[in-house]
């Protein structure tokens, strides 16, 4: 049986790449991704560098992921609606969006999740402060850093569309 | 509403011309990449978005499933060969405005 390890980690929502680059650093040193859970990482020993890793958000869609399959990517599994998927490195390069328009779209993905479910903590966070329930600060406390996240998810935004004035 | 004439990403240029014969998802990106000699790769995240774009305008259109074969074959469309040849009139001027002023040994 391969050995195997499981990680707990943290990662807020703007730092997606940075989550990524950390499995890829895994998938170098021999620990390729093998199953996902909330903060929960499991990895399974592999040839180092065998796999490349990519997440994304997308809402859930089985023709996509087969699609994916279809290109020798496999599917991991899937936290919320990011998911994730590994190919084996020696397929060439893996990456999910080769353009500017489809990096934004991502993102503009991202945004609109924050913002809906910031909204609803928001509404939650005020009904509950005006009643009698104390819990609503905690809904606020949500709503803050779903909002400090959609900022930063705007920016990154922004700076892809400045440079998609220029150039593809 | 019909589309203006506006440029096409590379990524639908060449998804279109690769589609001039039915492929599925990888035998776009191998064609794309063929076509463009290994400079354009597309990845298969864009290459969904835009074959679904790109069905929803009827540029191209899917092909039924054959029994034993799972995976989805893209054509191009009337409109989609339409869109493609004037793409093509776009890029030919682009060309022929650079190489007026640039090209040929009659710079000054």
């Known amino acids: 049986m391969t050995e195997r390890k499981t990680v707990y ?3 807020y929502v703007w730092q997606f790449e940075e989550e990524e680059l950390w499995l890829n650093e895994m998938a170098q040193e021999g620990w390729a991704l093998e199953e996902v859970g909330w903060c929960r990482y499991t990895f399974g020993k592999s040839e180092r560098g065998e796999y490349t890793i990519r997440l994304e958000m997308r809402p859930f869609d ?3 992921v087969s699609f994916m399959e279809e290109t020798g990517a496999s599917y ?15 397929l060439g390069p893996f990456d999910i969006y080769s353009d500017m328009d489809s990096k934004i779209a991502h993102l503009e993905r991202i945004s609109k999740f924050l913002s809906i479910v910031g909204f609803a ?3 939650i966070g005020v009904a509950n402060s005006m009643g009698a329930n104390r819990g609503g600060w905690l809904n606020l406390l949500c709503a803050t850093v779903l909002m400090y996240a959609l900022g930063r998810i705007h920016g990154k935004k922004e700076s892809l569309e400045k440079e998609r004035r220029l150039h593809e | 509403m019909e589309d203006k ?3 096409l990403t590379e990524a639908t240029y060449y998804i279109l011309l690769s589609l001039y014969r039915p492929r599925h998802g990888y035998g776009i990106m191998q064609q794309s990449q063929t076509l463009s000699r290994g400079r354009v790769n597309l ?3 864009t290459l969904y978005g835009a074959l679904n774009t790109m069905c929803e305008k009827e540029w191209i259109s899917p092909i039924p499933i054959k029994d034993n074969s799972r995976k989805k074959e893209y054509m191009l469309t009337d409109l989609g060969l339409s869109v493609l040849k004037k793409e093509l009139e776009r890029l030919k001027e682009l060309v022929d405005a650079g190489e007026s002023i640039l090209g040929g040994d009659n710079n000054d």
Do not use: D, H, P
Request: glycine content about 10%; aromatic content about 24%; hydrophobic content about 50%.
């Open chain 1, 62 to 64: 089985e023709g996509y």
């Open chain 2, 43 to 45: 990845a298969a995240g």
């Open chain 2, 5 to 7: 004439t506006v440029a």
């Open chain 1, 9 to 11: 980690k943290w990662f």
């Open chain 1, 121 to 123: 903590n928001l509404a």
């Open chain 1, 76 to 90: 991991i599994g899937r936290v919320f609606q990011w998911i994730f998927f590994r190919r084996k490195s020696s």
